[in-house]
């Protein structure tokens, strides 16, 4: 059948629809969830706790100012150390230590914990209290750690990062051991050189020498 002529005698087609597809709306969808993963990801998660500070200048003393941003108290809190002899700890909480350096204590990494047996005596949410511990020798290490905190509530998290008393990890006393076995040998060696060597001989002086006639 011949499509009707227009006024002017040209043949007149009706308008095309445009197709929709199943894969715009699926497109649609993908950029709807990858926003809505993005916006998630771009909000992390405020920490439970926030543990400032560390050592002094002098290496020996060591103090954290542990800030409560949770919606329970701490109620107990531990420390890893090593060569540490002195724990303190706010009025009101317990104290107990392990490998505290002392007469007859093996010379160990320990912890230290405080705790206390009721929300009431712990840290408040939105307040901050005073740990801090005294090394006794040296030979620890200043390094990041983990400090092991509960609430009243159950809930437990360690927060990272903390800078520590921390003992020699293994490759370190290793390195210690042959630097020390290179001096040894070094001074061995020099030592046997100027023993092959001996004591120079004495020269007369040539101006001295006298002619016998």
């Known amino acids: 059948m011949a499509t009707p002529a227009g006024p002017q005698g040209r043949s007149v087609r009706s308008p095309t629809r445009p197709k ?60 890893p150390h090593y060569h540490a002899d002195t724990f303190h700890a706010p009025e009101g909480w317990s104290k107990e230590s392990t490998y505290l350096v002392n007469v007859g204590v093996p010379d160990k990494p320990g912890t230290c914990t405080a705790s206390v047996d009721s929300a009431r005596k712990g840290i408040p949410p939105g307040r901050s209290a005073e740990f801090s511990v005294r090394l006794a020798t040296g030979g620890a290490h200043r390094r990041p750690g983990q400090v092991t905190v509960r609430f009243a509530d159950g809930t437990q998290t360690i927060v990272a990062g903390v800078e520590l008393p921390t003992a020699s990890t293994t490759p370190e006393r290793l390195y210690g051991l042959i630097g ?34």
């Open 180 to 213: 020390f076995a290179l001096v040894f040998v070094i001074i061995v060696i020099v030592q046997t050189r100027r023993r092959r060597k001996g004591p120079r001989a004495i020269e007369p002086d040539a101006g001295s020498a006298v002619d016998d006639e």
């Open 20 to 79: 929709r597809t199943r894969a715009t709306g699926t497109s649609l969808f993908v950029a709807l969830l990858s926003a809505v993963t993005a916006g998630a990801a771009g909000t992390p998660e405020e920490p439970k706790v926030e543990i400032a500070g560390g050592a002094d200048g002098s290496g020996q003393n060591y103090r954290w100012t542990v800030t409560n941003h949770y919606g329970s108290p701490i109620v107990y809190i531990q420390f």
